[in-house]
Nanobody, 122 residues
Framework: QVQLVESGGGLVQAGGSARLSCTAS????????MGWFRQAPGKEREFVADIRRSGGDSYYADAVKGRFAISRDSAKDTVTLQMNSLKPEDTAVYYCAAGWVRGTTDVSYIYWGQGTQVTVSS
């Protein structure tokens, strides 16, 4: 079992930045690929970014490429999503997820955090 807890959400002005963190507890953090997803009101949950177990490769949705950066710190069992140049359309609940392999769909991930709200005002 792995427990994931997100933090760092809140209200941000358009063009601003926010930093989300996800701290894992339970089984060895380095065993898992880590991902971030988001779900806006009335929409399905969508892939944002993920990073391999080794931390060597990361992948991004086209909508956030060049603005968001995912990283992981195995010493702290934490994965971080740095979000820059935020837009109102980035408003969503952001979820952290852990899985055996990386992937851009929900089914790739086994464990999920409770989510943290990010609201970008125009």
């Amino acid at each position: 079992q792995v427990q994931l807890v997100e933090s760092g959400g809140g209200l941000v002005q358009a063009g601003g930045s926010a930093r989300l963190s996800c701290t894992a507890s339970g089984r060895t953090f380095s065993t898992y690929a880590m991902g971030w997803f988001r779900q806006a009101p009335g929409k399905e949950r969508e892939f944002v970014a993920d990073i391999r177990r080794s931390g060597g490769d990361s992948y991004y949705a086209d909508a956030v490429k060049g603005r968001f950066a995912i990283s992981r710190d195995s010493a702290k069992d934490t994965v971080t999503l740095q979000m820059n140049s935020l837009k109102p359309e980035d408003t969503a609940v952001y979820y952290c997820a852990a899985g055996w392999v990386r992937g851009t769909t929900d089914v790739s991930y086994i464990y999920w955090g409770q989510g943290t709200q990010v609201t970008v005002s125009s």
